[in-house]
């Protein structure tokens, strides 16, 4: 009885010394992460748990009503790349393991293969000792090169075809392109500008010409091992039209054609010039609403004390990820302020443009002008898809199409070789307007009927 009464009293020694240890299950519960709880589980419940622990955020962004069917493919339930990139850090922030954007894009892995893939990483203590969670960033795809990462391996590609991202993505932009371009023997290299994708622990870079300096050293040989395309979504295109450029004025190269996808011609000024004045302190205070949002109510632009018209709800529906991007937002928009336009000759390629019918950021109409920066032997294409800026999630399938249709030709053209037979018969055809006629709609874009641009008398260049 006086052994009982010694450890019922809460002010006895025994008590006193019992405090000082606590139970197994107050280790789990104190557990800033999930990590510990999933080691210490066995296996059928610590499976359970992570699947609980990511179907309500996938719910959440997937607009997924009732229970998540865990034999489902995560590209079949809706992910798309910049999902994947906040599904690869909440597999961090929850679990301390890496699993990259590439790997979550893979049409292959289900939400119940990658609850097996994360509890095999957490028994492994997989890239705990290596990773940096203060710095809180998405981990790093293997690199085989600094400035681009190569999506598939072809013996003999008919063609090579350089992406260039929005602000802020990288490889996982493109992922869904990657089986289709393969069976088309097209090899596809993605860049990772610094701050952006794989590269978020770099400063971002501000200056264009650094940029496309240090990019197309780092490119080259590869693009001099036979014909080459460029695609660039947003800024990627002016990034585009800039490596492009300076490829034929310093090594003699030129990509067959050019795709610029979402972007204004670099002729025309920024068409949303009060972007360009945003202040620190306005930066400042975008970042402590995007904070106050995370994890709480859905973010709208009117919540927000600045609205970048490139910013779609896709983006915003995530103020994690879209915090992570504001220094690559920052140096874009000041890229974007100093950028000054100086060329004097046009590119003797093809080009295509690229435009969302409901982009806030550049409206159709204002594609035409990027007709000027071709030399008159080469075709100008403008084809109107639907949605916002960011429609190369929503319309990616029909921007494959196009990119596809356009590589499928033999020959190489370039500075000192005319081949505007990619599209015509006739190189020499010319047109007096660029205004586009006779518009064939589909169900998701309206096409223009390719044109040459007009030469106004003056000799061809």
């Keep these: 009885m006086m052994l009982a009464h010694h450890f019922s009293d809460k002010t006895g020694i025994f008590s006193l010394l019992k405090n000082l240890y606590p139970s197994p299950e107050s280790f789990i519960e104190s557990e800033s992460s999930l990590r510990m709880k999933v080691k210490l589980l066995p296996r059928d419940e610590a499976l359970d748990m992570i699947i609980t622990t990511l179907s309500d955020p996938l719910k959440q962004r997937l607009g997924i009503n009732g229970d998540v069917n865990i034999d489902s493919s995560l590209i079949s339930l809706g992910l798309d790349s910049h999902m994947s990139s906040e599904l690869s850090t909440l597999i961090y922030d929850k679990f301390s393991v890496s699993v990259t954007a590439m790997d979550l894009l893979n049409d292959s892995l289900t939400l119940k293969s990658l609850c097996s893939m994360i509890h095999q990483k ?41 992406c260039i991202p929005s602000v802020g993505s990288g490889p996982s932009l493109f ?60 800024l990627g295109a002016l990034i585009s039209f800039e490596l492009s450029h300076f490829l034929r004025r310093n090594h003699d ?33 975008f970042n402590r609403t995007l904070t106050s949002y995370i994890g709480h109510n859905r973010l709208t632009p009117e919540c927000l004390p600045v609205k970048f018209s490139f910013l779609d709800q896709s983006l915003l529906n995530s103020p994690q990820l879209l915090l992570k991007m504001t ?75 196009h990119l596809i249709g356009a590589m499928q030709v033999k020959g190489k ?39 040459f641009p007009s030469t106004s008398g003056t000799a061809c260049t």
């Excluded at 795709?259 to 002729?267: H, K």
């Design 327 to 401: 220094p690559s937002i920052k140096a874009a928009i000041f890229l974007c302020k100093k950028y000054k336009y100086r060329h004097k000759d046009k590119l003797p390629c093809h080009l295509t443009s690229f435009a969302g019918k409901n982009d806030p950021f550049v409206g159709p109409a204002l594609m035409d002008a990027w007709s000027k920066e071709i030399s008159c032997h080469y075709q100008f294409e403008k084809i109107v898809v639907t949605g916002k800026h960011m429609f190369i999630w929503s319309a990616g399938k029909t921007l494959l199409n």
């Design 175 to 234: 992922a869904p392109w990657i089986p289709e371009l393969t069976a088309k023997a097209i090899q596809v290299s993605v860049v990772k500008i610094p701050g952006w994708e794989s590269r978020e622990r770099e400063q971002p870079m501000s200056n264009i010409q650094e940029l496309v300096n240090r990019l197309a050293d780092s490119l080259l040989p590869c693009l001099a091992n036979g014909p080459f395309y460029i695609f660039g979504h947003s």
């Design 413 to 451: 053209a370039g500075p000192s070789e005319a081949s505007a037979s990619t599209f015509a018969d006739d190189p020499s055809k010319e047109t007096t307007s660029v205004t586009p006629t006779d518009t064939v709609a589909g169900d998701d874009l309206e096409t223009y009927p390719p044109v």
């Design 253 to 285: 190269l030129c990509p067959n054609h050019i795709f610029v996808s979402g972007w204004y011609p670099p002729s025309e000024p920024y068409p949303h010039p009060q972007e360009l004045q945003f202040s620190d302190d306005i930066y400042r205070q």
């Design 122 to 162: 957490v028994l492994v203590d997989e890239s705990t000792d290596t990773q940096d969670a203060s710095l809180n960033v998405v981990p790093q795809f293997s690199q085989n090169n600094l400035w681009y990462k190569v999506m598939n391996t072809i013996d003999s590609p008919v063609a090579q075809l350089v």
